[in-house]
Nanobody
Framework: QVQLVESGGGQVQAGGSMKLSCAAS????????MGWFRQAPGKQREFVAA????????LYLDSVKGRFTISRDNAKNSVYLHLNSLKPEDTAVYYC??????????????????????WGQGTQVTVSS
């Protein structure tokens, strides 16, 4: 059974940093894209970042570009999200996800939640002003 388990959330002041981790188990995902989404209270789940199977390609939500960095370690079957210069509007539950399809190098990384097949349970990130 596939499981994705996030960790690293918590509360931080505006301007602070945080690192989210997501460890997958049940099968390996080193050939497919992985991503992060977030959902704030009363809002729809939104795409935050995605990374290709080998880490060679990344994609970000415009509002987090230059502040967040996605990375992965295929040896550990894990994906990470480094959050810097955090703002109160970054407050949300953050979810990691896996798109269980091999993408060709010319394909764009998936950004729609419907593209992703496996999801973690989420980890709360709260940024206070």
């Amino acid at each position: 059974q596939v499981q994705l388990v996030e960790s690293g959330g918590g509360q931080v002041q505006a301007g602070g940093s945080m690192k989210l981790s997501c460890a997958a188990s049940g099968r390996t995902f080193y050939t497919v894209p992985m991503g992060w989404f977030r959902q704030a209270p009363g809002k729809q789940r939104e795409f935050v970042a995605a990374i290709s199977w080998n880490g060679g390609k990344t994609l970000y939500l415009d509002s987090v570009k230059g502040r967040f960095t996605i990375s992965r370690d295929n040896a550990k079957n894990s994906v990470y999200l480094h959050l810097n210069s955090l703002k109160p509007e970054d407050t949300a539950v953050y979810y990691c996800a896996v798109d269980n399809r091999n993408y060709t190098p010319n394909e764009n990384l998936p950004t729609m939640w419907e593209d992703y097949d496996y999801w973690g349970q989420g980890t709360q990130v709260t940024v206070s002003s």
